[in-house]
């Protein structure tokens, strides 16, 4: 897309900058008021200067106009190159008057050309992550939200803060978390209480003093449209180190929703995004995908895409004139101490992110949703083998850190504990999870199969699992009902799934894997499991199973570390189509204290659990690790910000033993 700059400052050039990586947008043509800075500006970053806005419309062919002037020259600006039948995109805020971002958007509807406005910030991967918790329902019914902007002593950080400061923290700041929560909520519907102040209307920079009187601190409570409030400051007086700089808090009737800095453009900043549930500590929602940093030419590639699309554009001109609406009425109800209800409530908030520009990148549409997550949570209580753990906190944990794929089996004995866990509030939506349960080997004869899967559906409290698997190849005497081992004695529980005879020798069965995969079908055909899977399987279980499945599995979990890889059984799976996860993708011996996995990790900053889950991942393989500590399951999850080069994925498939037994 051809663009014209409108005013060559310091932004301006961080604007440029990043238009100049771009393949898609090219600086055309640039104006300022001062002709000498556009002369610089187009010297610098290319395009053609014109003296003055007017001529630049009549003689240049840019498609776009970017209007960096100052705050109060936005509207003028922005009128002038919509009446020339030109897009525009504006920095914030769109104009210092309600009526007159109306008018704009009308006009620009009248003109049928594309208004789109800074912030863009709720297109970033950190607010993108808040709306899906939010989307998803995990806080219950919201009803009160903390937002703040805290710009902090302009002097000390804006080489030109005089007309910051006039503007004030609203114009200038506010504009960020109501932009968010707008786009997250929907439309301001009245600001019920406001107050003003003028905290320090002396300022000195650069050995000047001068005085402003516009206040520099605001708090407000806002009411949205659906009745949700929000208590909002904004402020040029308390200092951006401030703990509480741009984020905002979302509490619901189940759980609090935390995101750090809803103006952040940055994705890599730690733990970002937090949700606790009520009664429960905040615990980080690491990135399911690698983030990406949005930069200034960000807003001008969505423009590009609404453009070509004939659609809004994501930061939208009808947004942007809502929040001038919105600021309007606080300055209103604290002149007159009263409710005031906000003028414009007629935008519709953005569709996430996903279904706009920024494809691929987000899991939000269903059908991603219901693809088999890049990394699982297991939930076998059976530590060393001989030993439990549970699980009930850490399973928890794991669904509010964002894990969507659960990994559950009759044998572990805790499917009715996870059936609770997400009946619970706070808990994801069913439709958001993948789960899967596993027949154990005394089930294998199909009256004991479909038992077992009723039994497992009913504990887990779901009408279909995800994936139903058998847990292994071999079939076993069936013992009875392995409903609940959680509430059994370690013995007991032993004797049921391993039965052995008087001589301590397994007891096996004679049912063939042929009647237990068409049994396996039946649940398929019943609707109680959409997909198949086996675990432990050779190749020659595979390809037996292969020749008479009529629904092949879609999962095969198996060991896989670097100790043991596999490659040749994934690479068979991954040919037939078949999905490989690893089970106890940690806890061979001496696996974390690898001296190679060790360099590899200290050189990406990570540590060597998640080296080996990168691993898995980047091999197209879906690993399950399990803990029992908030630290790990963070860690486990957050795999996504760093890559492994093919020389060392070449280490680390080197470190494969051929005899390894754990
Ligand atoms: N199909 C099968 O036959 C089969 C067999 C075995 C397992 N599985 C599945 O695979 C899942 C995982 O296997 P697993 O439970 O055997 O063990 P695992 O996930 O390989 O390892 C768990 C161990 O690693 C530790 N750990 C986890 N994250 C860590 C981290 N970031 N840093 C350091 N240590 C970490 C845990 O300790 P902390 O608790 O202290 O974190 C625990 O001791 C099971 O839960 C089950 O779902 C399936």
């Known amino acids: 897309m051809r663009l014209a700059i409108v005013g060559c400052g310091f932004i301006a050039q961080q604007y440029a900058e990043a238009i100049a990586q771009r393949d898609n947008l090219t600086v055309v043509a640039a104006t300022d008021l001062v002709p000498e800075r556009a002369a610089a500006f187009v010297d610098t970053f290319g395009g053609a200067a014109y003296p003055d806005l007017d001529t630049l419309l009549a003689e240049s062919d840019a498609e776009c106009m970017v209007n960096l002037t100052i705050h109060d020259a936005h509207a003028p600006v922005t009128r002038q190159c919509l009446k020339a039948g030109r897009h525009v995109f504006s920095e914030k805020p769109l104009a210092l008057d309600p009526k007159e971002a109306r ?32 989307r998803e329902g995990r806080c219950g019914s919201l009803r009160m939200v903390y937002a703040t902007c805290n710009l902090g002593r302009l002097t000390e950080w804006n080489d030109n803060p005089e007309p910051f400061l006039r503007i004030g923290p609203l114009f200038d700041g506010a504009v960020y978390p109501l932009t968010v929560l707008t786009g997250l909520l929907g439309p301001v519907r009245r600001v019920l209480t406001a107050h003003q102040s003028l905290l320090l209307d002396t300022h ?43 984020s905002i808090e979302f509490h619901g009737d189940d759980g609090s929703l935390f995101l750090r800095n809803c103006g952040t453009l940055d994705a890599s900043e730690a733990e970002a995004v937090q949700f606790a549930r009520l009664g429960k500590p905040y615990r980080p929602a690491p990135f399911p995908q690698a983030t990406s940093m949005l930069d200034y030419a960000s807003a001008l590639d969505e423009m590009a895409a609404a453009v070509r699309a004939e659609r809004s554009p994501y930061a939208s001109g009808r947004q942007a004139a809502h929040v001038v609406a919105v600021i309007e009425a606080i ?25 706009t520009t920024q494809t691929g990148r987000r899991a939000a549409d269903d059908a991603q949703r219901k693809a088999l ?18 699980l009930e906190d850490a399973i928890e944990d794991a669904l509010d850190m964002g894990v969507r794929l659960l990994d559950c089996a009759e044998l572990y004995g805790n499917e009715s504990q996870i059936g609770a866990i997400l009946q619970r509030p706070g808990s994801p939506p069913r439709d958001t999870l993948y789960l899967i ?49 959680k509430a059994r004695s370690h013995e007991d529980a032993a004797a049921l799934t391993f039965p052995t005879d008087d001589a301590g020798n397994r007891l096996v069965s004679d049912v063939d894997l042929a009647t237990t995969w068409r049994a396996m079908e039946t649940l398929v055909e019943r609707g109680w499991t959409h997909t198949l899977g086996v675990s432990n399987f050779e190749q020659a279980d595979l390809e037996r199973l292969l020749a008479f499945a009529t629904v092949p599995p879609a999962i095969h979990q198996m060991e896989c570390h670097p100790y043991r890889p596999q490659h040749d059984l994934v690479a068979f799976c991954h040919a037939q189509g078949i999905r490989v996860m690893a089970h106890s993708p940690l806890s061979a011996n001496g696996l974390l204290h690898e001296p190679v996995l060790q360099t590899i990790a200290e050189r990406h900053g990570v540590t060597t659990a998640q080296v080996v889950l990168r691993w898995n991942v980047q091999r197209d393989v879906v690993p399950i690790p399990s803990s029992t500590s908030a630290a790990h399951i963070a860690a486990n999850l957050d795999v996504f910000q760093f890559a492994l080069s093919d020389a060392e994925l070449e280490r680390i498939n080197a470190l494969q033993q051929p005899d390894f037994n754990r």
């Open 103 to 134: 008018s704009l958007v009308a006009l620009a509807d009248a003109q049928d050309v594309r208004l789109g406005c800074a912030p863009i910030s709720l297109l970033g991967d950190a607010q993108q992550l808040a709306g899906a918790y939010l």
């Open 204 to 246: 000195t920079h650069d050995g000047q003093s001068f005085t402003v009187d516009t206040p520099d601190h605001t708090t407000a409570v806002l009411e949205f449209d659906d009745g949700v409030q929000a208590q909002l400051t904004a402020s040029m007086y308390v200092p951006y180190q401030t703990q509480h700089f741009n």
């Open 331 to 355: 300055t209103q109800c604290a002149e007159q101490q009263r409710a005031m209800p906000v003028d414009d409530v007629s935008f519709v908030p953005p569709p996430s992110s996903s279904s």
């Open 373 to 390: 997550p890049p990394i699982g949570f297991g939930c076998s209580r059976y530590r060393g083998g001989t030993t439990y753990v549970d």
């Open 437 to 485: 349960s596993k027949a154990w080997n005394t089930n294998h004869a199909p009256e004991h199969l479909t038992a077992a899967c009723a039994q497992s559906r009913d504990a887990l409290g779901v009408d279909t699992l995800d994936c139903y698997m058998l847990h292994w190849p071999d079939a076993w005497a069936h013992t009875g009902s392995l409903a609940n081992l």
